[in-house]
């Protein structure tokens, strides 16, 4: 009974060992996963700052109107739809 004994201890020592293995390496996991997150809410904030720096101009910030990004004006298409009107020429001075 006293071999019978020790085979059982020595069974539960090997499983306590590989439970500790298997322990050790998920908390290697859990260590990287969180330094991955970090680092993508670090790269996160710094978007969202960049984002919210590009979407100010003069009407909500206390930047001037010159800094305003103007949009370039799409060209005028010279077709005649029904019910559209064409676009007005732009406005040209001739010399003569």
Known sequence: MGQEYQHQLDDLFLKIEQLEAVVRS?????????ERIKQLESALAASESALAAAKKNSSNSSKPPSSDIVKPKKPCVK?????VKPCKSQHVQHLS
């Not at 998920?26 to 969180?34: E, F, K, L, V």
């Not at 077709?79 to 019910?83: A, E, R």
């Open 26 to 34: 998920q908390q290697q996991s859990i260590d990287a996963q969180q």
């Open 79 to 83: 077709k005649f739809v029904k019910g």
